[in-house]
T-cell receptor, first 114, second 115 residues
């Protein structure tokens, strides 16, 4: 099976702009979660989607949003970019949300905000 | 509020010896624990997991131990190989509380295995 794919891999934006990142989960996986990794804060959970519904949400401002489509592909959007949004954004997919479901990660999108 | 803690930012081990990476957690709702290996600018790679109904899980050179009363888990790598050098993250979720899609990560431990 193909793994989790993320596009684009690298992105440079300026403050105030908005950005949309895309994630295609492993075939058959219905849950997609998003994480932000920064040197200071480590890996932090953003939100999780299952069957096009947001199931869980982390402690990020409303500028961070996401959605999931009927084919389980997911996008996350960050509006009014700030310098502190520079990070590696990772998505992960897993199957049914039963106990013992493992999340598999994509390679990430490296976002640099200037 | 750091619910998952890896108190050792780095660990250096000789090739062939055992590597022991430790992780502590505070949230008693956590019922599923995972270890991931990560290289810079790449996504984490899943290594091994353990459910809270077990206290040990083995997969080849990797063994994870869970001590629920101490809220502590550890990853043992035996024997350690230079290719194991990477940052290791432990993660936890509260699946029975409908938060299986939300992993809480520790800060990571950088393992260096010297030939």
């Amino acid at each position: 099976k193909a793994g989790v794919t993320q596009t684009p891999r690298y992105l440079i934006k300026t403050r105030g702009q908005q950005v949309t990142l895309s994630c295609s989960p492993i075939s058959g996986h219905r849950s997609v979660s998003w994480y932000q990794q920064t040197p200071g804060q480590g890996l932090q959970f953003l939100f999780e989607y299952f069957s096009e519904t947001q199931r869980n949400k982390g402690n990020f401002p409303g500028r961070f949003s996401g959605r999931q489509f009927s084919n389980s592909r997911s996008e996350m959007n960050v509006s009014t970019l700030e310098l502190g949004d520079s990070a590696l954004y990772l998505c992960a997919s897993s199957g049914l949300l039963g106990v013992g479901e493992t999340q598999y990660f994509g390679p990430g999108t490296r976002l640099l905000v200037l | 509020d750091q619910q998952v803690k890896q108190n050792s930012p780095s660990l250096s081990v000789q090739e062939g010896r055992i590597s022991i990476l430790n992780c502590d957690y505070t949230n008693s709702m956590f019922d599923y624990f995972l270890w991931y290996k990560k290289y810079p600018a790449e996504g984490p790679t899943f290594l091994i997991s353990i459910s809270s109904i077990k206290d040990k899980n083995e997969d080849g050179r990797f063994t994870v131990f869970l001590n629920k009363s101490a809220k502590h888990l550890s990853l043992h790598i035996v024997p350690s190989q230079p290719g194991d050098s990477a940052v290791y993250f432990c993660a936890a979720s509260a699946e029975r509380h409908n938060q299986g899609g939300k992993l809480i990560f520790g800060q990571g431990t950088e393992l260096s295995v010297k030939p």
